[in-house]
């Protein structure tokens, strides 16, 4: 059972950068998929980025080009690097991992039922 923690959310100005953290534990997140979504309240989940075992990575369009997911398998870590930031990037992101999947799900964007594995999110706020 795989328990995701995520970190590095706050208030930034227009055009400004965060890094999220994500630490895993209970499991190695090296062979699966993982990702990230976001939230705003009232709002339907959105599926932002993934990155299958391989370290192959898709983005949703809101965020190609100025989001970047990495991990470091060694340490157990998810990343998601946010640049150029816009006001409606404000929202709780969620660290997410499929369960034993090593691969991005084949539907793009994908529905938050692809990833069983969820943490409590941090808050990123735009302004």
């Known amino acids: 059972h795989v328990q995701l923690v995520e970190s590095g959310g706050g208030s930034v100005q227009v055009g400004g950068s965060l890094r999220l953290s994500c630490v895993a534990s209970?499991?190695?997140?090296?062979?699966?998929?993982m990702g990230w979504f976001r939230q705003i309240p009232d709002k339907e989940r959105e599926g932002v980025a993934a990155?299958?075992?391989?370290?192959?990575?898709r983005y949703s369009d809101s965020v190609k080009g100025r989001f970047a997911i990495t991990k470091d398998n060694a340490e157990n870590t998810l990343y998601l690097q946010m640049n150029l930031l816009k006001p409606e990037d404000t929202a709780m992101y969620y660290c997410?991992?499929?369960?034993?999947?090593?691969?991005?799900?084949?539907?793009?964007?994908?529905?938050?039922?692809?990833?069983?594995?969820w943490g409590r999110g941090t808050q990123v706020t735009v302004s």
């Open positions: 990155i299958d075992s391989d370290g192959v990575t």
């Open positions: 997410v991992a499929r369960s034993r999947v090593a691969d991005i799900p084949s539907s793009w964007p994908p529905g938050h039922r692809d990833y069983p594995y």
């Open positions: 209970g499991d190695t997140i090296g062979r699966y998929c």
